[in-house]
């Protein structure tokens, strides 16, 4: 079950009650979902062309 009050719950109370893990201002976003999509490629398994890996190569599709 979930409830919360008629008026809502702002950011900072969210994360207290464990609503949302963090809040990040708009301001911030762009910095912030960079930073978050860098850590997640950094700790991945799959090729990166970082780490000198090209990985699958497709070849070239003709539309007919």
Partial sequence: M???RA???????AVQWRLVDE????????AA????AIEA???SPRPNTQSGS???RLPRLTPT
Avoid: H, M, Y
């Fill in 7 to 13: 008026e809502g719950v702002r950011g900072k109370q």
């Fill in 41 to 43: 490629a950094a700790s």
């Fill in 2 to 4: 979930f409830c919360t």
């Fill in 23 to 30: 809040v990040i201002p708009k301001r911030a976003w762009d």
């Fill in 54 to 56: 090209l990985g699958v």
């Fill in 33 to 36: 979902v960079r930073a978050r």
